[in-house]
């Protein structure tokens, strides 16, 4: 479930289901991310990509929109207006994620794509792995055309209760895509950045802005 917070003096939100691990998404409250201590805050250039990386020593990862942590003090942190955040953990590795999924990275399961990585380099099992979806556009303002639609309802199997004529729901199809995976535990988060513009803000109610909030995880 998810739940506000206060963290250093600004309005944060987090799930019960990582209690056991550091993170939060922002709000519109901003944040000052040299308060949480971190050894080395990792941010991607995203770029609407599949693509995941594993984070080794080098600081810069162009061209990713996922990123994954394993050594303690590292954090991992991505920018979002409208798009799907994607956390993950396994705690039986200490292995944490997280992820960007527009709908092009939706369409490209970058949340599969996440999982097998953890599963390929840290031997994670997807039973093990808890999945977090954050603050995102909803089914009632995701309006797209059939080419978008078709793309997104082919990448899984079960397709129920995933839109409403050509509204889909982002956050139930990445919930879908990690159910199939294997994974049991997925916590949803309930609001929606254009519906609850007053606390996260949104590309498409506000015209192109460039304000962003924040996923955060750190081991």
């Known amino acids: 479930m998810f739940y506000f917070d206060t963290l250093y003096g600004k309005e944060i939100l987090k799930s019960d289901y990582l209690e056991g691990v550091n993170h939060f998404f922002t709000t519109r409250d901003g944040f000052d991310f040299d308060k949480i201590g971190a050894a080395r805050i990792l941010t ?3 770029t609407h990509s599949a693509n995941v990386q594993i984070v080794g020593k080098r600081a810069e990862y162009p061209e990713t929109d996922g990123l994954i942590i394993s050594d303690p003090g590292d ?58 979806i954050g603050p995102a556009i909803s089914i009632c303002c995701y309006e797209v055309g059939d080419d978008v639609k078709e793309k997104l309802l082919s990448t899984v ?5 995933l839109l409403d004529g050509n509204r889909v729901d982002l956050k139930a199809i990445n919930s879908r895509q990690l159910e199939e995976t294997g994974i049991k535990k997925i916590d949803t988060c309930p609001y929606c950045t254009v519906c609850d513009n007053d606390m996260f803000f949104s590309y498409r109610k506000e015209n192109g802005t460039n304000e962003r909030h924040y996923a955060l995880m750190m081991l």
């Open 44 to 46: 991607p250039n995203q």
């Open 75 to 132: 954090a991992v942190c991505l920018r979002f207006a409208d798009c799907t955040p994607l956390m993950f953990y396994d705690s039986k590795k200490h292995v944490a994620a997280v992820s960007h999924a527009g709908w092009r990275g939706t369409a490209s399961k970058i949340g599969v794509i996440t999982v097998k990585k953890m599963q390929e380099f840290y031997g994670s099992v997807p039973k093990d792995i808890i999945a977090v």
């Open 157 to 161: 199997s079960d397709k129920t209760d």
